[in-house]
């Protein structure tokens, strides 16, 4: 099948190369946050991507959108990861934004200055969503909201936190506001260390008495576990699953290069036992994240290809890297090579949107209870953008 996207996975593979690989040795080494680095992908309209034309985005698909993060991500998976973070805060705003909301913020995300971020999950409660303890009151015309939210993707160099806080008790006490980062009250923990996706933002936001106008609110009061939900499903696993086939790409192309200019282990069956394995792997992974992809731009009913996307992508690379580092033997475990690099990055993009058993809990529950719920792909076709060129 011929690639109707392959003009632009050259284009972004030019950017990348070009722009992201001097850096990466610096930010593997220093910790510091590559703000430069993801304002030049904003600029180039890719945070836009999905952004309808008439607020300024390009008004492309999901595939595209897959396209341009697993490109990136071939090259470096931090970067793969700041840019599907802000897509992701955008994803609240288009929505369940109101059009005077959309008309505000759009425009300033579709051109590259402003990163908007998503913040949800709490140290205390995890991917317990309903557990989270940050509240919102109301005060006069607008709310007064406090609390702490954690692992929040581009938290120190995003520019609108879509933040979710309980404002009742029960399962409809949550509700979503849009916040300034320099807004009184908003500050950010230090970063702390981590395994991987170093120079990515992804860190500890804190609300003290932030006051904001109704205005900045998200959605109905009541509606926050739904915008959460409806960004998670449908743009943050996708996301996150199009970052793991690009990790996966890299892990092939470094371990065959390996291998090639190595003779003596080329021919050894288990090296191409091996080398077979994280190929198909790889297909596999492909065809489901994809599929899933092109499910969703035709409006078609599609969480749980969404969900297995993630899924499978995640499991895949972690397969991948197991064995790339195996091959390598003791050369993967050197900083000087990716592969160790490829490895630690592989970890990290499990959890955001939902380990793999929460993957699996969801299929379960579609599984015994077929049809329970709307899905979030029925409820926001119409707001799918067509594809960027007729499917094939």
């Known amino acids: 099948m011929p690639d109707r996207h392959r003009d ?35 600029r180039q309209g890719w945070i836009g991507v999905t952004i309808p034309a008439a607020y300024g985005g390009m008004g492309a698909s999901h595939e595209t959108k897959t396209v341009v993060i697993d490109e990136i991500s071939v090259v470096n998976a931090a970067m793969g990861a700041a840019a599907q973070a802000s897509i992701l805060g955008m994803a609240m705003i288009d929505h369940f934004g109101t059009e005077e909301q959309r008309k505000e913020w759009l425009p300033q995300v579709a051109d590259g200055t402003l990163l908007p971020t998503i913040a949800v999950t709490e140290k205390d409660s995890g ?152 190929a198909a792997d790889l297909r596999l992974a492909e065809l489901a994240v994809y599929h899933a992809a092109r499910r969703l731009d035709r409006g078609e009913p599609c969480d749980t290809d969404l969900i297995t996307a993630k899924l499978q992508a995640v499991g895949a690379v972690q397969r991948a890297t197991a064995l790339g580092m195996q091959t390598h033997g003791a050369a993967g475990l050197l900083t000087s090579l990716p592969m160790e690099r490829f490895l630690r990055d592989a970890l990290c993009v499990e959890p955001p949107a939902g380990t793999s058993d929460i993957q699996r809990h969801r299929l379960a529950q579609e599984a015994l209870a077929p049809g329970r719920r709307k899905q979030w792909s029925e409820r926001f076709a119409r707001r799918t953008p067509a594809p960027l060129l007729a499917p094939i």
Do not use: C
């Open 8 to 42: 632009l996975r050259a284009t972004v593979r030019a950017f990348a190369e070009s722009e992201i690989v001097p850096r990466i040795a610096h930010m593997e080494t220093s910790a510091q946050i590559e703000h430069g680095l993801v304002t030049a992908m904003a």
């Open 127 to 278: 991917g317990h969503v309903l557990g989270m303890a940050s509240t919102g009151r109301p005060k006069g015309k607008g709310w007064i909201l406090s609390g702490r939210k954690v692992y929040v993707g581009n938290s120190h160099i995003g520019g609108l936190h879509g933040v979710v806080v309980r404002t009742g008790e029960s399962p409809r006490g949550l509700t979503a506001f849009l916040v300034e980062h320099d807004r009184k009250g908003v500050s950010l923990a230090p970063h702390e260390p981590r395994v991987g996706l170093r120079g990515f933002s992804f860190g500890e936001l804190i609300l003290d008495q932030v006051r904001v106008p109704d205005s900045h609110r998200i959605g109905e009061v009541g509606e926050g576990l739904a915008v959460a939900y409806s960004s998670s499903v449908l743009y943050g696993r996708l996301n996150l699953a199009a970052v793991a086939v690009g990790i996966h790409r890299a892990v092939l192309e470094q371990t065959t290069a390996f291998v090639t200019g190595r003779p003596r282990i080329a021919g050894e069956g288990v090296v191409r036992d091996r080398l077979g394995a994280i």
